[in-house]
């Protein structure tokens, strides 16, 4: 299926690896023009050489090296893509990592860090972004989330209450900017293959192949096995995409069909 995403410009944060790069491959495999940021610079520089070997033209590309709680940075993030291709048509908000531990472990400097970067980071880029989609006539905004946003456990804040902001975030937008035409949606992904997990398994003295498997087959998951980035992309992708025009405001669980809440 044609995901009609060729020549349009895209902003993707956390985009240097993990799920951020697998969405960074398949929207420029689309033929979408990709701005992506990070903080590491060399990571960001080797992925937008893969991309081009795998086919990408050059100009397409665009790696910035970011650190998304920097308001200076988003914006210098925001004029690159804009000064390069004078648009925006899309932006995915996927910076963060998880930040989940005992509530009465928890400092006032740790919730500060959290929201900052899963939340203002959000915030901010939105912001910055919206003048350019109306512009363009519309458009679409994607925010990964975790399903902890519907469905906390003990231990699991900070970031389930930070992920909660952001599907509050997604459903007030999407009420707000539907008569632009900008539609927004959330991803709310649950046990996904990442960098985070990778370093979990060297950590634990396991492959990380062992440690995925032992995940699928122990953690409930219906469909028995961990999810990879490449789904988490699929779906961003469509969100991203005009195939998706008349959805707006929904809260996706990407986990399998573990989430009691849907």
């Excluded at 033209?57 to 925001?78: G, I, K, W």
């Amino acid at each position: 299926m044609d995901l009609e995403l060729a020549g349009r410009v895209i902003l993707v944060t956390g985009g240097s690896e993990g799920l951020g790069a697998a969405l960074v491959r398949t929207l420029a495999a689309e033929g979408a023009r990709v701005a992506f940021c990070a903080r590491r610079a060399e990571a960001l520089d080797q992925l937008a050489e893969e991309i081009i070997k795998a086919g990408a033209d050059q100009a397409d590309v665009l790696p910035v090296a970011a650190d998304v709680t920097s308001p200076a940075d988003l914006e210098r993030f925001t004029e690159l893509a804009v000064g390069r291709w004078g648009r925006i048509d899309g932006l995915v908000n996927n910076a963060g990592r998880s930040a989940a531990e005992m509530f009465d472990t928890q400092t006032d400097e740790m919730w500060s860090e959290d929201l900052e970067l899963k939340v203002y980071s959000a915030i901010r880029l939105i912001r910055l972004a919206l003048p350019h989609l109306r512009a363009a006539g519309g458009g679409s905004i994607v925010n990964t989330l975790a399903v902890a946003a519907k469905a906390p456990g003990a231990g699991s804040t900070p970031t389930s209450v930070s992920r909660a902001a952001g599907l509050a975030l997604t459903k007030a937008l999407s009420k707000e900017l539907g008569r632009d035409g900008i539609r927004v949606n959330a991803v709310l992904i649950g046990l996904l293959e990442s960098r985070q997990w990778e370093r979990r398994a060297t950590e634990l003295g396991v492959s990380t192949s062992d440690l995925y498997a032992d995940l699928g087959q122990n953690s409930g998951i219906p469909l028995g096995r961990v999810g990879e980035a490449r789904d988490f992309a699929d779906l961003a992708a469509f969100l991203l995409s005009p195939r998706a025009a008349y959805l707006t405001g929904a809260g996706i669980n990407l986990d399998g069909g573990l989430s009691p809440v849907h």
